[in-house]
């Protein structure tokens, strides 16, 4: 178990990870982008803009200097929006240690070069170990008020998922290990495009069946594209893969979902877009995955309406209209 951690990013699931932490006694250091930001969070007590309602622990200290907050860490968490991660590691990179490990709860798909989170670390940072992932059905909102959950620790390194494992299990967060990091972290970004799709038919009362055959087929074409990107197949019948994509697309309280809603009830991808303050992973990481599609020859029919939605303006029944006439085929 790790005794030191620093969080990278000060948004939602940056802050419950340090909750989770002090309440495990580990020294736990939050560090943000915007200095004056992450004043604000130390002098409120609160995280007003990505965690409002919660009281923050006094034991969680907040570090702004770039140099500083990596002393004497033990783990290294990145808890900043997958597009971000380049630059802000590019900014860190010369205080991180080569040797610390560093585990990464973004859930994403990097535009352009189409890398995981694990992998865009790994790049800007040289490292070729210590790398890991946690995802799984996690809402932010509901960790804080310490209801039961669950996530997984993936890494290629058993022994690190296990450390991973033992330092964030709790009596309300059961975690498990896995060893495919590719499925964990792909099952992960993906779910978000689903969970747009599921807040589309929320908004405009299309259904239970409906909501339930989305669901359904959309696991069925994440786990093809995983599976020809090298993921196993079991990753995605598990807590990362089916478990964080019901927990997505049923929450209201689900960014992803939430914007899908509004489309769905009327308003233009821009306009849901605006009325969100925080990042909605599920927008950007639907160019990357229509990419990765291509490149893998790999058909994902409701990832494509959900992009033509999004970025070609189509309207929402004509899209439903063309995935209910696709070809009849065997399930």
């Not at 622990?57 to 907050?69: G, T």
């Not at 790049?123 to 960790?143: H, N, Y």
């Not at 639907?286 to 020859?297: D, G, T």
Request: with cysteine; proline share 4%.
């Amino acid at each position: 178990m790790f005794g030191n951690v620093s969080i990278i990013g000060d948004g939602a699931m940056g802050t419950v990870m340090a909750m989770l932490m002090t309440e495990k006694k580990v020294r736990t250091r939050i560090w943000g982008y915007d200095a004056e930001q992450l004043r604000q969070i130390q002098v409120d007590c609160e995280n007003k803009k990505f965690l409002p309602g919660y009281k923050l622990p006094e034991e969680i200290k907040f570090e702004a200097d770039d140099e500083l907050i990596t002393k004497g860490a033990e783990l290294m968490v990145s808890a900043v929006p997958c597009q971000f991660i380049r630059s802000i590691w590019l900014r860190l990179k010369r205080n991180v240690p080569q040797d610390i490990p560093i585990v990464s709860v973004a859930k994403g798909i990097e535009n352009n070069t189409l890398l995981r989170p694990s992998q865009i670390i790994a790049e800007v940072l040289g490292k070729t170990k210590g790398l890991a992932v946690i995802s799984g059905p996690t809402i932010a909102d509901e960790l804080a008020r310490k209801l039961p959950a669950t996530a997984c620790a993936a890494s290629t390194d058993e022994g690190l998922a296990k450390q991973i494992q033992r330092t964030f299990n709790t009596p309300w967060l059961r975690v498990y290990t896995n060893t495919d990091i590719i499925g964990v972290e792909l099952a992960g970004a993906m779910k978000n495009i689903i969970a747009i799709a599921a807040g589309i038919i929320d908004g405009m009362g299309t259904g239970d069946n409906a909501k339930a055959s989305l669901l359904s087929r959309g696991l069925a074409e994440i786990t093809r594209l995983g599976v020809a990107m090298g993921a196993r197949q079991n990753t995605f019948a598990g807590l990362t893969g089916l478990g964080d994509l019901v927990t997505t697309c049923i929450s209201p309280r689900g960014r992803n979902r939430t914007f899908g809603e509004r489309i769905g009830k009327g308003q233009s991808a821009e306009q849901a877009q605006r009325a969100t303050a925080s990042v909605i992973e599920g927008i950007t990481t639907c160019k990357s995955v229509i990419a990765l599609a291509q490149r893998h020859n790999v058909e994902m029919p409701i990832t494509k309406a959900v992009y033509q939605v999004i970025f070609k303006n189509k309207p929402l029944q004509q899209a439903i209209s063309e995935l209910m006439m696709r070809e009849l085929k065997a399930e």
